[in-house]
C-alpha cells in the first residue's frame, strides 16, 4: 500500500534531514527522489537518493522556498508524494494545499492545522479554550508601543515579547520594564514584518501582515519541554514521549534529551496528556510537537507553541522508543492506523552539530577538510555533511546531530562525552569544543539546569 499510495516520495528540503528520511524512505522499499539548489549539488543526500533535481541557485528563495520549482520537480520524476521536512516550506499551509490539489500526498499535518497554529496568539487561545494551560499574556496581536506598554501592566514585568508568527527564537526577547520594552518590540515588530513579507511570498496572502507580537509573562527559571504526538486516522492523538530543550543560545537549541530530567513523573503525565488534547484540539494527523515552558520551581506548565512537523531533535525521541518517527508520518500519509504503545527505556541526548563559534555562536562557514564521526554503542550521527563539502552561508549552519543512549542518564552523558571526544571536524569553525565543556558543567550534568544555562556559562 506504501508504494501504491506514497512512490516515488519527493523530498523538499537539504542536509541531514533529507539524508535522514531518505533512509527510512529506502527501507522500506519507496523511491527517494531530492531536490537540492546548485550549492548543494555535492552534499550527500543528492548521492544517495534514487533521483536529484536541481531547482534553482543558492538563494532559498529561488529554491528550495520555490514552492512552483518543487511541485515541477515532483511532476517531472512522477512523484505522489511530498515529505517536507522541517524549515524552508514544512510549515507553510499554501504549500501543503498546493501539494494536494496537484494530487499528491502531503505528508504532514492538514493544511487547516497548519494555519490555526502557526499564529501563537490564534495558538494560544485556542489551547486555552481547550483546556491547556497557557501564561498571562495577550490574547490579540499587539501593533504599537502604547497597546504593548498598556498590556505589560496587566500581566506585570517580566515579560517575554515575540512575534506571533514564525519560530526558532527569532525575534524573542525578554523585558524588564518600559524602556527595555520600547527595544523588545521594535526588535519583534521588525522579525514580524519580515515574517509577514515571507508568508505573502510564499502564497500566503496577508497571513500575520504588520507587526503582528505577542507578550506573555516570562518564567524566570524555566525549563523548554516539549512533548511529541502522533496523530492517527482513526483521530486519536497519541503522546510519545517528551524531551527536554533547556540547552539554548539565543532562545534556539543546542542541546535536547529525553526524558526530562527536571520534571517529576505526575508532571510528566499532566504535560502528555495536555499535549493530545492539544492535538485533538485541531484534529492533528502525523508528527508534531507541543512545546511548553516549566517552571523549575514550582513544577507548573505552560503551552508555548506546536511545531506542525518533524522536529531537528526527534532522534531522541526514537532512541528511546524504538520506533521510526518518519516511517510512521509516511504510514499514517498513507491512510494507514499504526499499532503505537508508548514506552521509552532508557536515556538519549542529542547535541546539534554547527559551523559556529563555540565562544559567541556566531556562523562560521568554510570547506570540511577532515570529517570522522564517531560510532560505538548508543552512538548515532544523522550528518549532512562529510569531507570535501562546503557549508556555505546561504543555509542553518547545521552539520550533523550527535546522538547518544544509555540505560540512565549517567551512561548517556558517559557516552556523550567519548563521541564529541572523538568526532574530528576541521575546516569550519564548529561548536564541538562547547559540547565538551557542556558534558563537564556540573550544573548541566546534576540535571537542574534551566534556559539560562548557556548565558551563565558565557557571562
Known amino acids: 500500500m506504501l508504494t501504491e499510495t506514497l512512490g516515488p516520495v519527493l523530498i523538499a528540503n537539504r542536509g541531514e534531514i533529507a539524508r535522514r528520511i531518505i533512509r527510512t524512505v529506502k527501507r522500506l522499499g519507496l523511491r527517494a527522489v531530492a531536490v537540492h539548489s546548485e550549492a548543494d549539488a555535492d552534499l550527500p543526500f543528492v548521492r544517495e537518493a534514487d533521483e536529484a533535481v536541481?531547482?534553482?541557485?543558492?538563494?532559498?528563495?529561488?529554491?528550495?522556498?520555490?514552492?512552483?520549482?518543487?511541485?515541477?520537480?515532483?511532476?517531472?520524476?512522477?512523484?505522489?508524494?511530498?515529505?517536507?521536512?522541517?524549515?524552508?516550506?514544512?510549515?507553510?499551509?499554501?504549500?501543503?494545499?498546493?501539494?494536494?490539489?496537484?494530487?499528491?500526498?502531503?505528508i504532514g499535518p492538514a493544511p487547516d492545522a497548519i494555519d490555526r497554529m502557526g499564529d501563537k496568539i490564534n495558538a494560544r487561545n485556542l489551547m486555552e479554550a481547550a483546556g491547556v494551560p497557557v501564561a498571562a499574556?495577550?490574547?490579540?496581536?499587539?501593533?504599537?508601543?502604547?497597546?504593548?506598554?498598556?498590556?505589560?501592566?496587566?500581566?506585570?514585568?517580566?515579560?517575554?515579547?515575540?512575534t506571533a508568527g514564525g519560530g526558532g527564537g527569532i525575534g524573542m526577547s525578554v523585558a524588564r520594564d518600559d524602556g527595555e520594552l520600547a527595544k523588545a518590540f521594535e526588535q519583534a515588530a521588525r522579525a514580524a514584518a519580515r515574517f509577514a513579507a515571507a508568508a505573502a511570498a510564499g502564497g500566503e496572502g496577508d497571513a500575520l501582515a504588520g507587526p503582528a507580537v505577542l507578550l506573555e509573562r516570562y518564567i524566570e527559571r524555566a525549563r523548554h519541554v516539549e512533548v511529541q504526538i502522533l496523530?492517527?486516522?482513526?483521530?486519536?492523538?497519541?503522546?510519545?514521549?517528551?524531551r527536554d530543550c533547556s540547552v539554548q543560545r539565543?532562545?534556539?537549541?543546542?542541546?535536547?534529551?529525553?526524558?526530562?530530567?527536571?520534571?517529576?513523573?505526575?508532571?510528566?503525565?499532566?504535560?502528555?496528556?495536555?499535549?493530545?488534547?492539544?492535538?485533538?484540539?485541531?484534529?492533528?494527523?502525523?508528527?508534531?510537537?507541543?512545546e511548553c515552558l516549566v517552571d523549575a520551581d514550582s513544577q507548573d506548565f505552560v503551552f508555548l507553541e506546536m511545531n506542525t512537523r518533524l522536529q531537528v531533535e526527534h532522534p531522541v525521541t526514537e532512541l528511546v522508543t524504538g520506533l521510526d518517527l518518519v516511517e510512521l508520518q509516511l504510514r499514517v500519509a498513507a491512510g494507514e492506523t499504526p499499532d503505537v504503545r508508548p514506552a521509552s527505556t532508557g536515556h538519549a541526548i542529542e547535541f546539534r552539530v554547527y559551523a559556529e563559534d563555540p565562544k559567541r555562536f556566531f556562523p562560521g562557514p568554510g570547506t570540511i577538510t577532515a570529517w570522522d564521526e564517531p560510532s560505538g554503542d548508543g552512538v548515532r550521527v544523522d550528518s549532512g555533511y562529510t569531507?570535501?563539502?562546503?557549508?556555505?552561508?546561504?543555509?542553518?549552519?547545521?552539520?550533523?546531530?550527535?546522538?547518544?543512549?544509555?540505560?540512565?542518564?549517567?551512561?548517556?552523558?558517559?557516552?556523550?562525552?567519548?563521541?564529541?571526544?572523538?568526532f574530528v571536524v576541521e575546516g569550519p569553525k564548529n561548536n564541538l569544543p562547547f559540547c565538551a565543556e557542556l558534558l563537564e558543567n556540573a550544573e548541566f550534568v546534576s540535571g537542574d539546569y534551566d534556559t539560562g544555562l548557556v548565558a551563565r556559562m558565557r557571562s
Not at 488534547?277 to 492533528?284: I, L, M, N, S, T
Open 250 to 290: 539565543r532562545h534556539q537549541k543546542v542541546v535536547e534529551e529525553s526524558p526530562s530530567p527536571g520534571i517529576s513523573p505526575e508532571l510528566r503525565e499532566r504535560m502528555l496528556a495536555a499535549a493530545s488534547r492539544a492535538g485533538e484540539a485541531v484534529g492533528y494527523l502525523g508528527a508534531g510537537t507541543v
Open 231 to 242: 496523530g492517527l486516522p482513526d483521530g486519536r492523538v497519541v503522546a510519545l514521549g517528551e
Open 54 to 106: 536541481l531547482i534553482g541557485p543558492a538563494n532559498p528563495a529561488q529554491s528550495y522556498l520555490d514552492a512552483a520549482k518543487v511541485l515541477e520537480a515532483a511532476r517531472a520524476t512522477g512523484a505522489r508524494s511530498v515529505h517536507p521536512g522541517y524549515g524552508f516550506l514544512a510549515e507553510n499551509a499554501a504549500f501543503a494545499r498546493a501539494v494536494i490539489d496537484a494530487g499528491l500526498v502531503w
Open 387 to 422: 569531507a570535501g563539502n562546503t557549508v556555505t552561508p546561504f543555509y542553518d549552519p547545521l552539520m550533523a546531530k550527535l546522538c547518544v543512549y544509555g540505560a540512565n542518564r549517567t551512561e548517556a552523558l558517559e557516552r556523550g562525552r567519548k563521541a564529541v571526544a572523538q
Open 137 to 162: 499574556g495577550t490574547r490579540e496581536p499587539v501593533t504599537d508601543l502604547v497597546a504593548a506598554l498598556d498590556a505589560a501592566e496587566v500581566i506585570g514585568y517580566p515579560v517575554m515579547v515575540k
